[in-house]
């Protein structure tokens, strides 16, 4: 179940099979169902964890209204990052979308993979700053592009979550409100 989580570090990192048989026993498997919480605000993350299959949200909830800053894919890790380094509590939620099958990585493990091999250092700080572009560019999106500009790079980057993640979970992802959305979807002509 970890040849996905192999290949992906592969394609970041030079491993050796040494690496692999430490990964191997350092992740474990889970099958989640949809609409199951991984993490809750305030809590303390425990996990990083590796989304081999399915897809998960994050989000916050600001002022009682619920704001969508994450739709996460297979083939990628997901944290609530600054709550899992400092032990603290959370502010993110991360919630199940479909069923999902993942690969989780406990703090303890973790710190053991980082003291015992050189590679696991280096793919934290690459995957960190992938998911930190990311951010910056979601930011500047959201600085130039119109809601019909976000919404279609949105189906160009992420055609999967676009069919399988509700209209509303998109349009908070988007900064707008699901009606907005609707009428955009109307205009655009497939």
Not at 79 to 101: Q, R
Not at 136 to 143: I, L, P, S
Request: net charge neutral; proline share 2%.
């Amino acid at each position: 179940m970890v040849e996905s989580l192999i290949e992906y570090i592969k394609s970041k990192v030079t491993i050796t099979e040494k690496d692999v048989n430490l990964v191997t026993s350092c992740f474990a498997y889970e099958e989640v169902s949809p609409n199951t919480s991984l993490l809750k605000a305030g809590n303390i993350e425990q996990y990083i964890y590796f989304l081999k299959s399915g897809i998960v949200k994050g989000y916050q909830s600001i002022d009682g209204k619920i704001v969508i800053q994450h739709l996460i894919a297979e083939n990628n890790f997901f944290v609530s990052l600054d709550s899992f380094m400092t032990e603290t509590g959370s502010l993110d939620f991360y919630e199940t979308i479909t069923d999902c099958k993942m690969l989780k990585i406990s703090k303890a493990d973790c710190d053991y993979l980082n003291k015992e091999t050189e590679f696991w250092s280096i793919l934290v700080k690459k995957v960190t700053n992938e998911h930190l572009s990311c951010k910056m560019e979601r930011v500047k999106d959201f600085q130039t592009l119109t809601a019909r500009e976000r919404y279609i790079k949105f189906l160009n980057q992420y055609p999967k979550l676009a069919l399988n993640v509700s209209i509303d979970n998109i349009a908070s992802f988007l900064g707008m409100e699901p009606q907005s959305l609707s009428r955009i979807r109307k205009q655009i002509a497939f």
